[in-house]
């Protein structure tokens, strides 16, 4: 037990001294590398002061033989006084589209994570060795992944807000039996799913790296250094973005990107502060590709270029509803509205009506009353010649309406263009028209027409618009 935890880098013990976990929580799934590291946790919950739990992970893919490594789990841990805990997960029922049981159980696993790890002083314990790394380097590398990718299992890192560590990272799997064997411990499980090379991930560890073991002497080890070298290089860059992104996002940046600061960066900066900005807009890690950085980048250039400075969209991969619309002046994160029907609203029978997410108003002045237009939230009509019934609904394609104090009809786009509002979102206004000529009356929250303008010692009718709460 000594020698392996003397051979641990000196930042995961570090860390685990330092007090700032009170509780680890070690996957356990009965195999060399998680049983070496339960024991060497074990050692050094004693010694730092730390719970410890076991957790195995029950996936019902291998029938009894999950049955037995779950009996296994509960022995080992039983006989060492480590407390366990199993947690059954469905893999079959929970996939999605093209995901592999590999994926799903991946994904299953991490929700479970974060519900354990939801505390600070708590974090997730993994027995990843060097060979993983060595087997996930060549998997991201086909992938297309940037350096930031290549190194995605690290000693210590944070992952949708829970903290992983992986002491084992720098030991290879036969060090790791070597230690076990020492340890007098042999009855390790052995998943036999591991020898299947029709998966990518077995073929890579049992005949890519084999083979290039042979022709190369050195060349795991070698692929280790290599490892350690890029994971320097992504950690730097990496620091470099989150400075970049503070400074982008320090006057409360929700949306949109400024697009001269963006175009600017070099593109190893872009691709991370794209996915900063993508993943705090959609609440969910969002992975940006290269194909998307290409095409933003084509889209600046032709917007630089156009005279009419047009509005450039890029729909988002895995987002169907999502896109990004850039402008001469931004990036612009938006989502296809939802297309409301139209709805006849009876306003004299009923004062208040909500048509998606707006609630409309209509109230009547007493002719004597004086009126003020404050802002476009409201807007005043002679309620002789209001119907008595308005359709509310969303603006068509090609409608026109001659704003109040206008000579001309304007179409409803060259509005919405003018008061700079997306064009993702103008659907979403409530429009008021005549039921059956269509003629429109007012654009809630945005503009009136000049049908029935209001006068002096007439009868008044007042509509107002706000946003549901």
């Known amino acids: 037990m000594k020698t392996i935890i003397a051979g641990l880098n000196t930042s995961t013990v570090d860390y685990l001294s330092s007090r700032r976990s009170e509780q680890v929580f070690c996957g356990f799934s009965g195999g060399a590398d998680s049983t070496a590291l339960l024991l060497l946790l074990k050692e050094l919950s004693e010694r730092l002061h730390f719970k410890l739990k076991a957790v195995h992970f029950q996936h019902g ?37 093209m995901e592999s049981f590999e994926d799903v159980s991946r994904r299953l696993r991490l929700k479970e994570w974060k519900i354990l790890a939801s505390n600070q002083k708590s974090v997730i314990a993994l027995g990843h060795n060097s060979d993983d790394r060595n087997e996930n380097i060549i998997i991201r590398l086909l992938r297309g992944s940037n350096v930031s990718g290549l190194t995605s299992l690290r000693e210590i890192q944070t992952v949708d807000g829970i903290t992983i560590i992986r002491p084992l990272l720098n030991f290879s799997r036969a060090q790791i039996e070597e230690f076990l064997c020492r340890e007098s411990v042999s009855d390790w499980r052995n998943d036999v799913s ?43 860059i990496e620091r470099e973005t989150e400075k970049i992104w503070k400074e982008l996002s320090s006057s409360s940046l929700k949306s949109p990107l400024p697009l001269t600061k963006f175009s600017a960066l070099p593109r190893a900066i872009k691709i991370r ?124 394609e090609g409608e026109r309406m001659k704003p109040f104090g206008s000579t001309e009809e304007v179409r409803v786009k060259k509005i919405f263009e003018n008061r700079k509002i997306p064009s993702s979102t103008r659907k979403s206004y409530p429009i008021l028209k005549t039921p059956e000529t269509d003629r429109i009356i007012w654009i809630a929250g945005v503009r009136r027409s000049d049908f029935a303008p209001a006068k002096k010692n007439q009868p008044i009718v007042k509509f107002s618009v706000e946003i549901e709460a």
Request: contains cysteine.
């Open 273 to 396: 502060v794209l996915r900063k900005w993508l993943s705090m807009l959609t609440k969910k890690d969002y992975v940006p590709g290269y194909e998307l950085i290409n095409r933003i980048d084509e889209a600046i250039h032709r917007i630089s270029k156009l005279e009419n400075k047009n509005r450039i969209k890029i729909p988002l991969q895995n987002l169907p509803d999502a896109f990004i619309e850039i402008t001469a002046k931004s990036l612009e994160f938006a989502k296809t509205a939802k297309t409301y029907p139209a709805k006849i609203w009876d306003w004299r029978k009923k004062s208040s009506f909500v048509w998606d997410k707006y609630r409309l108003t209509a109230v009547l002045i007493d002719k004597t009353e004086s009126f003020k237009l404050k802002d476009d939230r409201s807007a005043y009509f002679d309620a002789s010649k209001i119907p008595k019934l308005l359709k509310v609904g969303p603006a068509l």
């Open 194 to 236: 591991n020898e299947d090379n029709q998966i990518l991930r077995n073929y890579i560890r049992n005949v890519t790296l084999s083979e290039l073991s042979d022709i190369c002497d050195g060349a795991k080890e070698g692929m280790k250094r290599a490892a350690m070298a890029l994971e320097d290089d992504a950690i730097f």
């Open 61 to 97: 893919l291998r029938g009894q033989e999950s049955v037995e490594d779950a009996r296994f789990c509960a022995k080992f841990c039983g006989s060492r006084n480590i407390e366990l805990m199993e947690i059954n997960l469905d893999v079959r029922k929970a996939l999605r589209g």
